[in-house]
């Protein structure tokens, strides 16, 4: 399945080429979560081993005829709801020509003239200000989702100057086509080049970067930009041009005679007489099953835990973070805005440098949650709290409770000792006694370090304070 935005090649005209913007058009090819391909019933499998997972349509044996797959229907039209796409009741397939060894049957299914889905929008948010804490709103136009066959793929042998080809198909799980152009504001598009096959968000951007400076960098030589397509090399940063099929090229598309026109229907209402519920792919049934989208979530976040808004950023950007945070928030009666820092700064912290996902944390919610309790009751201090958090990271399976008991963590209840505590760190410090007597009060809060030293931070930071102030008045 694939949905593309991409600027046409029209030519520009150039009179201050230090003005000259870049446009970009992304063609995302997204394979679809199913557990059989696009138009055979062959199993997807990731990382099997090279055509093992070939049908004789995949092969493209004479005599075969391609059978879609209704899931992938289904994903494709749940697709385009999420991208506020309108869906095409009618959609049709095409033939996309070109002759590669990966491709056998010489031509590819697309749907060229009349995709599933049209004329989409996704507006995202990131984090912008000198402080990074405002939210910025953008808004890209989404041109069209299309379902697609998958190409082979071709594995290339320098050492014995040969070609395999591997027909499993649907390995890629991302790949993207960047049409880059550059131009005046206001003036025709430039002509574009396409940056074919990025497989990652971090080469995508280095490629942009890289083809717009380029481009910029040809015209301002008094050159001319070619209409070419070509590959990024991630070790350089660079473009460059592909040769082999990649050229750009009409592919001659023409309708596929072996599929019919794809028809969706908007609800149940609206399914002729004798065609079962079950089957037909209805749209108000599959816009009922999507799930919260991102923005949606952030906004709830922000609303029902007042939380800042770059936490629920935080949140939203790591798998299995929202749902970590909110069992937490549900078994504890500690406020959210203070579990918030818990999940985004200790949890997540040691998960990056254990490179690690939010469910293999060995910390569960519920372990969490149990942890601020004892804190927020009172039985251990906030250092002490993060101290027992580091003991449950590296002991899988204990409890708070056990850790605190088996260091002997707890809070010190003798208010007597720590009334001597507090008066042996005043008689050996009296400079700073003295700073705190003149007016400078933040220096107690280095009197109290000591005494939470002494104590190994087993000492109330409430009854603490008190005893000093009282102590230096």
């Not at 948010?125 to 697609?148: D, F």
């Not at 290339?156 to 550059?182: C, F, K, Y």
């Not at 800042?308 to 500690?334: I, M, Q």
């Not at 060995?362 to 039985?379: D, F, I, K, M, R």
């Amino acid at each position: 399945m694939s949905g593309c935005d991409s600027s046409p090649p029209l030519c520009s005209s150039l009179s201050s080429p230090q003005e000259l913007v870049g446009v970009v058009g992304l063609e995302i090819h997204a394979q679809i979560h199913s557990n059989t391909k696009l138009f055979s019933g062959s199993q997807v499998g990731f990382l099997a081993p090279p055509n093992s997972l070939v049908s004789f349509l995949d092969a493209s044996l004479p005599g075969t005829l391609p059978v879609l797959n209704r899931r992938c229907v289904e994903a494709a039209v749940m697709t385009g709801l999420a991208l506020n796409c309108t869906i095409n009741n009618k959609s049709l397939f095409d033939r996309k020509h070109y002759f590669y060894a990966d491709l056998p049957a010489g031509y590819q299914i697309t749907q060229q003239r009349q995709p599933i889905a049209v004329n989409g929008m996704l507006t995202y948010s990131h984090l912008g200000g000198k402080k990074r804490n405002q939210v910025v709103n953008k808004t890209v136009q989404i041109k069209q989702i299309q379902l697609e066959q998958d190409s082979g793929k071709s594995l290339h042998d320098d050492q014995r100057s040969q070609t395999l080809i591997d027909l499993n198909r649907a390995e890629g799980q991302l790949r993207v086509d960047a049409n880059v152009s550059v131009h005046m504001p206001g003036e025709p598009l430039g002509i574009r080049t396409e940056v074919k096959n990025i497989n990652s968000a971090r080469y995508l951007a280095r490629a942009i970067d890289y083809e717009i400076q380029r481009q910029i960098g040809v015209l301002q030589r008094g050159g001319t930009v070619q209409n070419e397509t070509r590959a990024f090399d991630s070790k350089s940063g660079q473009t460059i041009p592909m040769r082999d099929k990649e050229g750009l090229q009409d592919y001659r598309f023409m309708p596929e005679p072996n599929l019919p026109p794809l028809i969706v229907y908007k609800d149940n209402a609206s399914l002729p007489t004798g065609v079962d519920a079950c089957q037909a792919v209805v749209v108000e049934r599959i816009r009922e099953g999507l799930p919260e989208l991102p923005s949606v979530t952030r906004d709830r976040l922000v609303q029902t835990y007042a939380i800042l808004p770059e936490h629920s950023f935080t949140l939203v950007n790591e798998d299995g973070l929202v749902e970590y945070f909110e069992a937490v928030v549900r078994e504890t009666k500690r406020e959210p805005r203070n579990v918030i820092g818990w999940v985004t700064n200790e949890l997540l912290s040691l998960l990056k440098q254990k490179d690690q996902s939010v469910s293999q944390s060995p910390v569960s919610p519920s372990a969490l949650a149990e942890l601020l309790e004892l804190q927020e009751t009172g039985h251990i201090s906030s250092s002490v709290a993060k101290q027992v958090f580091q003991e449950m990271w590296r002991s899988s399976g204990k409890t708070a409770l056990q850790v605190i008991q088996e260091q002997d963590l707890g809070l010190v209840s003798d208010t007597k000792e720590i009334h001597n505590i507090c008066q042996r760190v005043v008689d050996s410090h009296p400079d700073l006694v003295r700073a705190i007597r003149n007016g400078n009060k933040k220096v107690l809060n280095k009197l109290m370090g000591l005494v939470q030293k002494e104590t190994k931070g087993r000492a109330d930071p409430v009854v603490v304070r008190a005893l000093l102030e009282e102590k230096t008045s």
